[in-house]
């Protein structure tokens, strides 16, 4: 967890505080409190390390959300909650928190090679800091390419006016980004279709029964969500679901 902490948020630095570069080392003015000092002689000071890291932490939100798998994990599971009937369990917080470290496991070949190919190297001075941001934007960008259908890129390729011959592999971000959500969205409901097939059969089925009792005034809500529980639990849902969310990230 400490090196998970340590790399989102020396990849946050990395991607989104590229405006604000210290002074010259040695320079007059040099603050004598320094950071480090990259591969062009260029350091950064203590103010601007501040204004850097609480920049950084306002953007990692929007990192998370759009540059990984969170999207289409938080939607699936939250899909499923609907799906089986009960308003507030798993409540948000464990949605979200089982969301959040799915998405550090999925992400993890990811992660490791932004830590060893640009944080390890920049904070050794061995990279500058557009060598190190270079670094750390192509294994997010081989990430994202795996899971962005050609057809949503095609749509912002046509939005942007970008040329014939750029592809996906040499796209801005700007463009790779948006395709990318888009592709995690209709993932996460195509995920969710499939989730909410069963269910929905035990809730006809309860209905048509009740129905046919004469038992109008006895929610089927009430009476199905036991059996969608006991489904969900005899065929070891939980197992399922995760194991077929991770493994929808490896292709």
Known sequence: MRKCIRLTAGL????????????????????????????GGTSYSVPIQTLLFFTALSFLPAVLLMMTGFTRIVIVLSLLRQAIGTQQAPPNQVVVGLSLFLTLFVMGPTLDKVYQEAYVPYTTNALSFEQALAKAEAPMR??????????????????????????????????????????????????????????????????????????????????????????????????????????????
């Open 142 to 251: 081989g990430f994202m390419l795996k899971q962005t259908r050609q057809s949503d890129f095609a749509l912002f390729a046509r939005l942007a006016k970008l040329d014939e011959g750029v592809t996906a592999e040499t796209a801005p971000l700007r463009v790779l980004v948006p395709a990318f959500v888009t592709s995690e969205l209709k993932t996460a409901f195509q995920i969710g279709f499939m989730v909410f097939i069963p269910f929905l059969i035990i809730d006809m089925v309860v209905s048509s029964v009740l129905m046919s009792l004469g038992m109008m005034m006895l929610s089927p809500v009430l009476v199905a969500l036991p059996f969608k529980l006991m489904l969900f639990v005899l065929a070891d849902g939980w197992n399922l679901l995760i194991g077929s969310l991770a493994a929808s990230f490896a292709t």
């Open 12 to 39: 946050a630095c990395l991607l989104l505080a590229g405006a604000a570069l210290g002074q010259q080392q040695g320079g007059a003015g040099t603050l004598p409190l320094v950071v480090g000092s990259g591969a």
